[in-house]
């Protein structure tokens, strides 16, 4: 059997193609791992969430320092040039790391890297540098670029992506920001912290669209009393248009029109499969919705799995690993003869929002979600500032919500957004996995911790069982 790994350097293809390197000389006879990325590394690394953190910690640090009444003095000023550096600095070593790890792959007999393009010919044959090559099994793992809306006037202006962001070491006095979502939520904080004045268009009456409306309503009014961000809700973009000083976007309002003036167009406005240039018109894949099931597969050729950021399922790196050890399993039962199994998973998101100092987390369940899905539930909100801890941390902003399964007992969910949520995301996770009692769960944080939190919403939703 032969394995051929399309974007063998991203965090899916990566991930595949390890799962699959111990199988050669046995279920294997060859695997063949292609990527033209320069330097290489995977978008998590290069331009996505590890050089997005270490720019945020900048931005964090300044926060903070400015927001402490106990400071006196004038707020520091972030030096562009260095947050660059050292940010480069750290994402050539994560790239080189993985890189090294792809090409140790190689050291075993029948594992081949290719540093090249590859491009589909026919069903399952694949052209690179003029050889033609015709495995039993492809791994589809290019991963995904920038969308940007085809709004009237774009082609007319030249948008800063979060790419172009994380290599500014230059940015203009204003910006309209269109996009407010995870790298809306993300880069918004630092921009601000950068000394960039900022516009958001806010399609819905608040952001973070998978939590409950209250965690929205209180990254609005961080974002609005902190960070010095005006933010537009319910608003559409409607055209764009260059000006002599910038850009002038039309948006529509309440039913109103109205012109924003910036100097620039911040574009986060998500992401899209990398799909063009692999010549999928010659096979009888269709990508769409739909077109990869949940085994990884594609339905229109079951020997085709289609894996992280490219399958546009849940464009989340753990998510993108875990699809890809789904995979590489899914092609060797499948090569035995035996069912494939669907990767499934439990929601667990993290946004690095309000500067990383303020961060959401769900693992999860909402109580909604919940109930959709057959449950009676009890719940626990606690905000921040219920727990003292918080206060004198000086991170008061935040709340948190539990979900539990009101006949069993069972923690189902978990919402957070406040100081360290992300930290106690894996936390949250053990429990949910594990059907965790919430009566059960040791009551034992040592103070002054903010896990606390966490003992108080368990408390509360354990009384309301008993």
């Not at 081949?112 to 495995?135: H, L, M, N, Q, S």
């Not at 949910?432 to 009566?439: S, T």
Request: hydrophobic share 40%; glycine share 10%; with cysteine.
């Amino acid at each position: 059997m032969h394995v051929l790994v399309i974007g063998a350097y991203g965090s899916a293809g990566s991930a595949a193609a390890a799962d699959l390197a111990p199988h050669v000389g046995r279920e294997i006879d060859r695997l063949t791992l292609v990527d033209d990325g320069d330097p290489g590394g995977g978008l998590c690394i290069l331009n996505g969430c590890m050089p997005s953190k270490a720019v945020l910690s900048a931005a964090a640090h300044r926060f903070q320092a400015r927001a402490d009444d106990r400071l006196v003095g004038d707020p520091p000023t972030i030096d562009l040039d260095r947050v660059v550096a050292r940010k480069d600095d750290h994402v050539e070593s994560f790239a080189a790391h993985r890189r090294e790890s792809v090409h140790e792959l190689t050291n075993t007999d029948g594992v081949a890297f290719i540093d090249d393009t590859a491009r589909f010919v026919d069903d399952r044959v694949v052209a690179i540098d003029g050889d033609r090559y015709e495995p039993d099994y492809v791994v589809i793992a290019t991963g995904s670029s920038a969308s940007i809306p085809d709004l009237p006037g774009m082609d007319a202006v030249d948008p800063l992506t979060s790419k172009a962001v994380l290599a500014a070491t230059d940015l203009p006095d204003s910006g309209v920001v269109m996009g407010f979502g995870y790298i809306g939520l993300e880069l918004v904080p630092y921009l601000a912290e950068a000394g960039v004045d900022l516009t958001v268009i806010e399609h819905d009456d608040r952001p973070l669209d998978e939590a409950d409306p209250e965690f929205g309503d209180e990254l609005i009014g961080l974002y609005r009393e902190e960070f010095g961000v005006d933010i537009l809700p319910n608003a559409t973009e409607q055209r764009i248009e260059p000006t002599a000083d910038g850009v002038r976007l039309h948006v529509e309002q309440a039913g109103t029109e109205h012109a924003v003036d910036a100097d620039a167009l911040f574009a986060f406005t998500g992401r899209q499969p990398t799909l063009d240039g692999l010549g999928l018109g010659a096979t009888a894949l269709d990508p769409g919705e739909g077109w990869v099931d949940d085994t990884m597969a594609a339905v229109d050729d079951e020997q085709v799995f289609v894996v992280g950021d490219a399958n546009g399922k849940e464009p989340i790196l753990h998510v993108a690993k875990e699809q890809g050890f789904a995979a590489a399993d899914n092609i060797l039962a499948h090569h035995a003869g035996a069912s494939m199994t669907p990767y499934e998973n439990v929601h667990h998101h993290v946004v690095f929002s309000g500067a990383s100092v303020y961060p959401f987390a769900r693992v999860g369940h909402t109580p909604e979600s919940a109930e959709d899905a057959g449950h009676t539930v009890v719940t626990a909100t606690r905000r921040a500032d219920d727990d003292g801890v918080f206060t004198v941390k000086d991170v008061p902003y935040g709340l948190a919500r539990l979900t539990v399964d009101a006949d069993a007992g069972t923690v189902l969910g978990y919402q957070g957004l406040h100081a360290h949520a992300d930290t106690m995301a894996k936390t949250l996770q053990v429990i949910v996995e594990n059907d965790l009692d919430a009566r059960e769960v040791p009551d034992r944080s040592f103070h002054p911790t903010l896990p606390e939190l966490l003992d108080g919403l368990l408390r509360e939703t354990a009384s309301q069982l008993d």
